[in-house]
């Protein structure tokens, strides 16, 4: 089938994020100048550049951990493993300002060591970060979306040994968890090796 997003698929849920999938959840840990402290799961997120390194999240509007880290200037990225997903899943509540997602969910807070914002003790890495940009998308008619993006350089990294396995970060160890479709989710239990080719003279 074929379909054009602005009239419509005719399916019964828009598969849109199904097919952009898997993605890997950003679970945002801020604190705003006044203390409060906010956790939630992005998964519009992702790295986009490894020298500096860099990742981005993007929030379906205003939220608190768009509003916290412009606030603060910081923000961790805290890994979302099998193991926690449901806790994961409880900080998406639709809480009100001011509700601390870390005891609703039964989580732990500890500081960071870069920056002003906590980080989930349990998770098995985390990334502290520092706000090097916040934009608004625009549409084709130039027209800025309700979406806001929140960039930043990882300054900090969090690595739990229980994840690591002859020095090298173990996902399957960790479970990462990814969001897909609908109200899916996968956690990672197997990997494969592939070795970018190089080019040789003669090769067509």
Wanted: glycine residues 10%; negative net charge; contains cysteine.
């Amino acid at each position: 089938m074929f379909y054009e997003p602005a009239k419509g698929h005719g399916l019964p849920h828009d598969p849109f994020k199904a097919i952009v999938a898997p993605r890997p959840i950003g679970w945002i840990s801020t604190r705003n100048g006044d203390g409060a402290v906010n956790l939630a799961p992005y998964s519009f997120f992702n790295a986009l550049s490894g020298n500096p390194p860099l990742v981005w999240f993007s929030s379906e509007g205003e939220k608190d951990s768009v509003t916290f880290a412009r606030e603060s200037g910081v923000f961790v990225v805290n890994l979302a493993g099998r193991a926690l997903a449901e806790k994961m899943n409880a900080t998406s509540v639709d809480a009100p300002r001011g509700v601390n997602e870390f005891g609703y969910a039964g989580l732990t807070a500890v500081p960071a060591r870069l920056v002003d914002a906590p980080r989930v003790a349990e998770a098995h890495a985390a990334l502290e970060c520092r706000v090097t940009e916040i934009h608004r998308p625009k549409d084709l008619d130039g027209r800025p979306v309700g979406a806001v993006v929140v960039t930043g350089q990882v300054v900090g990294v969090h690595l739990d040994e229980a994840a690591m396995t002859d020095g090298l970060f173990d996902v399957v160890k960790a479970g990462n968890l990814s969001r897909l479709g609908y109200m899916d989710f996968s956690a990672v239990t197997e990997v494969f090796q592939m070795r970018r080719p190089r080019w040789r003279e003669g090769d067509v």
